[in-house]
């Protein structure tokens, strides 16, 4: 069965690091999504990619950078983290006009 | 511009009762409007979605919405809640332009489903 998965799904790193979340999709979408969710904001998009090679910043990417060199994976980074990145990250794949289909979430946890 | 609004952060109903979250929208063009499901320590999962057919959209697990035009709304029921049914609820609005896909969601409505 397709699938999106992420790793790893619990982190914990000190401020100043570069930290990289992985997001792997088996389901051959175009589209590609980070989200993190955080208390009385619900989803808020990071970045986004329709293809490879195509990456887009969201409404909070400040601090964070993501590459597309194939289809299946977007991986995020955070440059240097710091304790405001502190969240429950999502990723998620759709096809142009369908529903997403979401990853298990990242706890990520700057110290 | 596109936005989502979900009335009521927290609901709770008791077992048996009528389920509503209300979610209301506003888009430029026409909307592809979708409800999702967030069970604890979980990605979210699609309850049913709205793409200009029917108006009256079934989905998962009893769960139906209705999409009116004239009242920008999307609210999601279901007749009789179910202990199961305790989860975060999240409406989102998704539009097309130019191929690419823009997708909006509320900020979400926790369930409570008292015994």
């Known amino acids: 069965d397709a699938e999106i998965t992420q790793s790893p799904r619990h982190k914990i790193t000190e401020t100043g690091r570069q930290v990289t979340l992985a997001c792997h999709q088996t389901w051959n979408h175009n589209n590609m999504f980070w989200y993190r969710q955080d208390l009385g904001h619900g989803l808020r998009l990071i970045h986004y990619s329709y293809g490879v090679q195509d990456t887009n910043k969201g409404e909070v990417s400040d601090g964070y950078s993501v590459s597309r060199s194939n289809t299946e994976d977007l991986p995020l980074t955070l440059e240097s983290a710091a304790s405001s990145q502190t969240s429950v990250y999502f990723c998620?794949?759709?096809?142009?006009?369908?529903?997403?289909?979401f990853g298990p979430g990242t706890r990520l946890t700057v110290l | 511009a596109q936005s989502v609004t979900q009335l009521g952060s927290h609901v709770s109903v008791s077992e048996g009762a009528l389920v509503l979250l209300r979610c209301n929208y506003s888009s430029s063009v026409p909307p592809y409007l979708f409800w999702y499901v967030q069970y604890p320590n979980q990605g979210l999962q699609l309850l049913l979605k709205y793409t200009s057919a029917a108006t009256l959209v079934k989905g998962i697990n009893g769960f139906e919405a209705e999409f009116k035009k004239s009242e920008t709304s999307f609210h999601l029921t279901k007749p009789s809640a179910h202990m199961s049914d305790a989860a975060e609820y999240f409406c989102?609005?998704?539009?097309?332009?130019?191929?690419?896909?823009?997708?909006?969601f509320g900020i979400g409505t926790k369930l409570q489903v008292i015994p």
């Open positions: 989102a609005v998704s539009r097309n332009s130019g191929g690419y896909q823009k997708v909006t």
């Open positions: 998620a794949s759709s096809e142009p006009g369908s529903e997403q289909f």
